[in-house]
């Protein structure tokens, strides 16, 4: 929930010639709609398992290219049961943002975060329990851009 996921992912492909996904992209593609008209259409249990498919299917295609790989994670990714099984193998990262950066950032996108709450305290806790989930199943947390670098050098052997 804007932490940076997808500019983080897209900056460190290019920066370490990684594969990179996005399930949201995907999800848009593959549903030929955007996540907020999923949401309109058909309410959050469709999209989680439409995400849920997507992850599935970027999964198997990043395992099929036998190179390092990175992927941004929706931000409900881990409110969905099924899509914790599915870390199995991978080295879960979680992007330790400050609320209030996350704040200022769904200022600026607020249309784009279907929920995402107005009010400062619902915003705060939903904030809250999703850092819960990924702190709980990431295998490293960084907490800001160069700690998020050096980490990706580090897992994927680049020498300086």
């Not at 950066?101 to 784009?112: N, S, V």
Request: charged share 30%; glycine share 6%.
């Amino acid at each position: 929930m804007a932490a940076g996921k997808s500019y983080f992912s897209q900056e460190a492909a290019k920066k370490y010639n990684l594969s990179a996904f996005d399930i949201d992209d995907f999800t848009e593609s593959k549903a030929g709609i955007s996540i907020n008209e999923i949401f309109k259409i058909s309410g959050e249990p469709a999209f989680r398992k439409l995400e849920h498919q997507a992850f599935s299917e970027i999964l198997k295609k990043a395992r099929l290219s036998k190179t390092h790989f990175i992927i941004a994670a929706g931000g409900g990714l881990l409110t969905y049961e099924p899509n914790i099984a599915l870390l199995e193998g991978l080295t879960p990262i979680f992007i330790d943002t400050p609320f209030d950066i996350i704040k200022e950032r769904l200022k600026a996108g607020r249309e784009q975060r279907p929920l995402a709450p107005d009010e400062e305290n619902e915003l705060k806790k939903h904030w809250q329990t999703r850092r819960k989930n990924y702190i709980k199943y990431s295998k490293y947390i960084v907490a800001c851009e160069k700690d998020f670098y050096n980490l990706i050098e580090s897992l994927i052997g680049v020498t300086k």
